[in-house]
């Protein structure tokens, strides 16, 4: 079935640092692709999509691109701020035989120090 | 736009009881979608329900059910509560069945003691 692997945490960086979270994930046909982001003691907040390959999903300096021959939906950010401490998930809903529901990644949790 | 709310925030049960959750969709959404997060890990997909039906289930017992009503609310009732259902309940609302985007609730916190 469909899954999404995301790269384990936590991750530490300074203040203006340069932000990558590696996600990989296994579909058959051409699901559409998320990032959530979660703050402490709160609920998921869409932070970007992209539907088709080859899209770059974009919100609050945060970035991602659909590539299908590799696979992959990786989080880039060129400049964290301490806001930016939080859970990120990598997830997919659809593609083939994926069907309706969202399939998360176990999350990565990023520390920005000031 | 008013977006996905649940209520309530935080409940304390004790086990075998039984709880039941809220949530309103966002408007314009006709699809409801429940999961399951225990404390750090991902989210786990419970069930979906589109036009008041039952449309796709996850690997949950029969002891989680739940209901949608006409106005695209939902509940979610877990009976018999177990000390592993202690988690966050995420409630989701969507446009659709597919791949359209999922947007979630604030989430209510279970304990079960």
């Known amino acids: 079935g469909n899954s999404v692997t995301q790269m384990e945490g936590p991750v530490t960086l300074s203040e203006e640092a340069f932000l990558t979270i590696n996600c990989t994930y296994t579909a058959t046909g051409y699901p559409s692709l998320f990032w959530y982001v979660q703050y402490p003691g709160e609920g998921l907040q869409l932070l970007l999509k992209?539907?088709?390959?080859?899209d770059k999903g974009s919100n609050k300096g945060f970035e991602a691109t659909y590539r299908k021959e590799t696979t992959s939906f990786h989080l880039e950010k060129g400049s964290v701020q301490v806001s930016d401490s939080a859970v990120y998930f990598c997830a997919l809903r659809g593609g083939g035989t994926g069907g309706f529901k969202t399939i998360f990644g176990a999350g990565t949790r990023l520390f920005v120090k000031a | 736009e008013t977006g996905v709310t649940q209520s309530p925030t935080h409940l304390i049960k004790t086990r075998g009881q039984q709880v039941t959750l809220r949530c309103s969709s966002q408007s314009g959404h006709n699809t409801v979608s429940w999961y399951q997060q225990a404390l750090g890990q991902g989210p786990q997909f419970i069930f979906q329900y589109y036009r008041e039906e039952e449309n796709g289930r996850g690997n949950f017992p029969p002891r989680f059910s739940g209901l949608q009503f006409p106005n695209y609310s939902s509940e979610l009732n877990v009976n018999a509560l177990e000390l592993d259902d202690s988690a966050l309940y995420l409630c989701a609302s969507s446009s659709g069945t597919g791949q359209e985007t999922q947007y979630f609730g604030p989430g209510t916190r279970l304990l079960v003691l």
């Open positions: 992209a539907t088709k390959a080859d």
